[in-house]
């Protein structure tokens, strides 16, 4: 399984797109666990599976 390195860019632009939603929120609209959302706002996740990355990729790019 290939995992893909989160950034600090990748980590901007995600919370920026999060702005007034709850972690709990994010999790449902991007379909990734609460908690891995939550380890990677706050620092804690440094890499993630690429169909975690696909779904917050596509959640950062929608409009």
Known sequence: MKYIQ?????KSDLISKKA???V???????E???WTVSD?????RSQV???TYRK????????
């Open 6 to 10: 989160i950034t600090q860019d990748f």
């Open 40 to 44: 990677i706002l706050n620092g804690r």
């Open 56 to 63: 917050l990729v596509n959640f950062i790019k929608e409009g």
């Open 32 to 34: 990734v666990n609460r």
């Open 24 to 30: 709990q929120e994010l999790s449902k609209r991007t």
């Open 20 to 22: 007034m939603l709850t």
């Open 49 to 51: 599976k690429q169909d």
